[in-house]
């Protein structure tokens, strides 16, 4: 247990990437015609007159002249003193043993579409990420005004490795040996796409958040894990806890408030109990936001549960209030948590609930610039809604079904402890929970933070 770390937060960082038409020429060994092989494999074993060729061969004198003619004008064939015919040191240079047959390195022309990310120029997939749930790096622009220069550079300098992995096609050479680069030809710019790596943030039972080290697919990975550090470290958040202590009051929250003291965080028996499970308790401990990994398993695992709602029913609606912070929405994970809840909405024949997500906008955005924000952020918008601030200053997200379920994660910000938000909360299937905590959450949606300025503000 003591070599445990928990994953409590994941961030997508989206990279500028450009993807460029690479003309080039490659050195490839190729064989030579029937008779220009033999003849020169005879001479390889020893120098040969004109008549002990012509008598080997079968050749009268003018099938010999024409044979011979091509390899002496290229140099590949010369008289010795002695008069006879011989292989020169560029053409026994074809031959690696007594055995081989003579081969050659020609030049093949050849185009590829190859992608560089504008971070630490290290290829990578061609295919386009959205620009979409990521924190977007920025780049140097004198770089990218250069691109073509540094694309050219680097396809040069792993032009062999980019063949090993097979980032080039299918390039055919004699016995499978890699090509060697001859020329780099016409480098061209086509199009600016995104490239997304994932950021996952881990800590240990002794609250020691992990350093962040990209996967080993980058040629410059230092580069790649200096931007992203630099991209999250830089910006240095304030301790929210007495704004999320409030909310365990109202909430009447037992599940995480006994593991937090002193701004610190006790791991040990949070990872403890949820080991031992809750039969004796109404609620599972979460850690990370309601669409990580963890809290995410917990929610579908009921959601699939759910039975259809009679036609005479009145429609329910599964809410799902988001997190005022950098951090919330930033993931792949978002987006597919978020359209698996749209799926299991309804089947061929029932309807299950309407969902509705409610999207935080920060006061001085409220009016006409929130929407822009989060169509940026998030894209497809798709039953979203958005409200003024957030549950409880923006620091608490929630999911719930009334009757039916709910989910709660407090992003708490201990900058002591974590350059970003640790999001701990519980998910309940008890009523009285239940209950409690989606008549806090509709008192909000139908409250005003002041006159003329009601939580819910609609559709963005």
Same mark, same amino acid.
């Given at each position: ?19 460029? $038409? ?10 030579? +015609? ?6 020169? !494999? ?42 006879? *015919? ?9 031959? $690696? ?15 590829? $579409? ?31 005004? #250069? ?16 063949? =090993? ?11 499978? $040996? ?31 958040? !992990? ?69 004796? @308790? +109404? ?6 936001? &309601? ?22 029913? @009145? ?20 987006? @597919?948590?978020?359209?698996? *809840? ?11 609930? =309407? ?26 918008? &798709? ?7 957030? #549950? ?19 992003? #708490?910000? *201990? +900058?002591?402890?974590? +350059? ?12 009285? #929970?239940?209950? @409690? ?24």
């Amino acid at each position: 247990m003591e070599n445990t770390s928990i994953q409590f937060n994941e961030v997508d960082y989206v990279v500028p990437t450009e993807t460029f $038409s690479v003309e080039y020429s490659y050195l490839s060994k190729q064989g030579f +015609p029937f008779v220009k092989e033999f003849l020169l !494999k005879v001479l390889y074993i020893s120098p040969l007159s004109k008549f002990e060729i012509s008598s080997f061969f079968g050749f009268n004198p003018r099938e010999l002249a024409t044979a011979i003619e091509e390899p002496i004008s290229k140099g590949e064939i010369v008289y010795s003193d002695e008069g006879k *015919l011989c292989l020169t040191t560029l053409a026994k240079g074809y031959f $690696s043993s007594l055995d081989d047959k003579p081969m050659i390195e020609k030049p093949q022309s050849r185009t590829s $579409s190859v992608s560089f990310e504008l971070v630490g120029f290290n290829k990578v997939k061609n295919h386009h990420e959205n620009w979409h749930t990521g924190l977007r790096l920025e780049i140097n622009h004198e770089v990218q005004s #250069l691109s073509e220069l540094h694309a050219r550079a680097m396809f040069t300098k792993h032009f062999q490795q980019l063949v =090993e992995r097979g980032e080039l096609g299918v390039i055919n050479t004699h016995d499978n $040996s890699l090509p060697s680069l001859y020329s780099v030809d016409k480098v061209t710019r086509k199009k600016t796409i995104a490239h997304r790596v994932r950021r996952k943030f881990e800590i240990d039972l002794d609250s020691r958040v !992990k350093p962040f080290y990209v996967d080993k697919i980058y040629e410059n990975d230092e580069a790649i894990t200096q931007a992203i550090s630099q991209e999250t470290d830089h910006i240095r958040l304030g301790c929210n806890v007495d704004s999320i202590s409030a909310a365990w009051d109202i909430l009447e929250d037992m599940s995480v408030s006994r593991f937090i003291k002193n701004k610190n965080i006790d791991f040990r028996g949070m990872i403890a109990e949820i080991a031992a499970g809750s039969f004796d @308790k +109404p609620y599972n401990i979460l850690v990370g936001p &309601l669409y990580g990994k963890q809290p995410w398993s917990a929610i579908e695992s009921c959601v699939k549960k759910l039975k259809p709602q009679k036609k005479t029913q @009145k429609q329910r609606t599964l809410c799902w209030i988001g997190a005022n912070t950098r951090y919330w929405g930033m993931s792949e994970g978002f987006n @597919k948590a978020k359209e698996s *809840l749209i799926n299991y909405q309804t089947n061929k024949k029932n309807t299950h609930y =309407e969902l509705k997500v409610y999207l935080p906008c920060d006061e001085q955005s409220v009016e006409n610039q929130a929407g822009k924000i989060w169509k940026h952020k998030l894209g497809n918008m &798709l039953c979203c809604e958005g409200i003024r601030n957030g #549950l409880f200053d923006g620091n608490v997200e929630v999911l719930f079904l009334e009757n039916e379920f709910a989910a709660v994660s407090y992003h #708490l910000s *201990l +900058p002591d402890l974590s +350059p970003v938000h640790i999001p701990l909360g519980y998910f309940t299937t008890d009523q009285r #929970l239940v209950a @409690k905590l989606a008549k806090v959450a509709n008192e909000f949606l139908d409250g005003s933070s002041a006159y003329d300025k009601p939580n819910l503000i609609g559709k963005l």
